[in-house]
C-alpha cells in the first residue's frame, strides 16, 4: 500500500484506465485538431535522427531470418501526428543503413506497432494509413503501464504526447548504473 493508502492492483486500474481522444475526422476530432502535437513532432525530428545516428548499434540488434525492424509508438492516437513521426523514425533508420560499416545489413522491412487504449478509435487510425508507406502497420490496443510485447521484439520505441500520464520517473532512467539512464 502507498502513504495515500491506495493499494498498488487500485493504482494500476486507475492508471489504466481510458481517455481517448475525439473519434473519427470530423470538425471536433483530434485527428483535425493536433497542430500543436505537429509541431513537436516536427521539432523533435532531427532529435531522432541525431539520436538514432548516434546510439543506434544496427550490429548489436538480432534480427530474425526475416530482418524485420521493429518500432512501436505508444499512446499513437488517431491522427497522421503518428505517421509523421515514423516516417521520421524510418528515414533516419535508413540513412544509418547507408553507412559504410553496415552494409552487411540488407533488404531491411519495417513493421510499425501502433498502441493505444483499448478505446482508441483503431478504425480511424488504419484507414488514414498513408498508402506510399514503407511499412506493415498493425494496432496492439491497451495500457502502456503493463506489458504490451514479447521480450526482446522492439528495435524502437516512440512516445510523443503519453508519457505525461506516468505517476513518476521510471527508476531505471535515473540510476546512473542503468543502460537506460539518459545523461541529458
Given at each position: 500500500?502507498?502513504?495515500?493508502?491506495?493499494?498498488?492492483?487500485?493504482?494500476?486500474?486507475l492508471?489504466?484506465?481510458?481517455?481517448?481522444?475525439?473519434s473519427?475526422?470530423?470538425?471536433?476530432?483530434?485527428?483535425k485538431?493536433?497542430?500543436?502535437?505537429?509541431?513537436?513532432?516536427?521539432?523533435?525530428?532531427?532529435?531522432?535522427?541525431?539520436?538514432?545516428?548516434?546510439?543506434?548499434?544496427?550490429?548489436?540488434?538480432?534480427?530474425?531470418?526475416?530482418?524485420?525492424?521493429?518500432?512501436?509508438?505508444?499512446?499513437?492516437?488517431?491522427?497522421?501526428?503518428?505517421?509523421?513521426?515514423?516516417?521520421?523514425?524510418?528515414?533516419?533508420?535508413?540513412?544509418?543503413?547507408?553507412?559504410?560499416?553496415?552494409?552487411?545489413?540488407?533488404?531491411?522491412?519495417?513493421?510499425?506497432?501502433?498502441n493505444?487504449?483499448?478505446?482508441?478509435?483503431?478504425?480511424?487510425?488504419?484507414?488514414?494509413?498513408?498508402?506510399?508507406?514503407?511499412?506493415?502497420?498493425?494496432?496492439?490496443?491497451g495500457?502502456?503501464?503493463?506489458?504490451?510485447?514479447?521480450?526482446?521484439?522492439?528495435?524502437?520505441?516512440?512516445?510523443?504526447?503519453?508519457?505525461?500520464?506516468?505517476?513518476?520517473v521510471?527508476?531505471?532512467?535515473?540510476?546512473?548504473?542503468?543502460?537506460?539512464?539518459?545523461?541529458?
Open positions: 500500500r502507498s502513504d495515500l493508502g491506495i493499494s498498488s492492483e487500485k493504482k494500476r486500474k492508471m489504466a484506465q481510458s481517455y481517448p481522444m475525439v473519427g475526422d470530423g470538425a471536433h476530432s483530434y485527428a485538431n493536433s497542430t500543436l502535437q505537429r509541431r513537436v513532432v516536427d521539432a523533435a525530428k532531427e532529435l531522432i535522427y541525431e539520436a538514432i545516428s548516434d546510439k543506434l548499434d544496427l550490429k548489436l540488434l538480432k534480427f530474425d531470418a526475416s530482418n524485420t525492424f521493429q518500432i512501436a509508438d505508444l499512446g499513437c492516437s488517431i491522427g497522421p501526428n503518428t505517421f509523421i513521426a515514423v516516417q521520421n523514425i524510418i528515414e533516419a533508420v535508413e540513412l544509418k543503413l547507408l553507412q559504410p560499416d553496415h552494409q552487411n545489413i540488407s533488404s531491411i522491412e519495417f513493421q510499425v506497432l501502433f493505444d487504449h483499448y478505446d482508441n478509435d483503431f478504425n480511424t487510425l488504419f484507414k488514414s494509413l498513408p498508402h506510399s508507406r514503407k511499412y506493415f502497420a498493425a494496432g496492439v490496443p495500457s502502456f503501464h503493463n506489458r504490451l510485447f514479447p521480450k526482446a521484439t522492439l528495435h524502437f520505441v516512440h512516445s510523443s504526447y503519453s508519457l505525461h500520464w506516468l505517476s513518476k521510471p527508476k531505471e532512467l535515473v540510476d546512473q548504473n542503468s543502460p537506460l539512464w539518459n545523461k541529458e
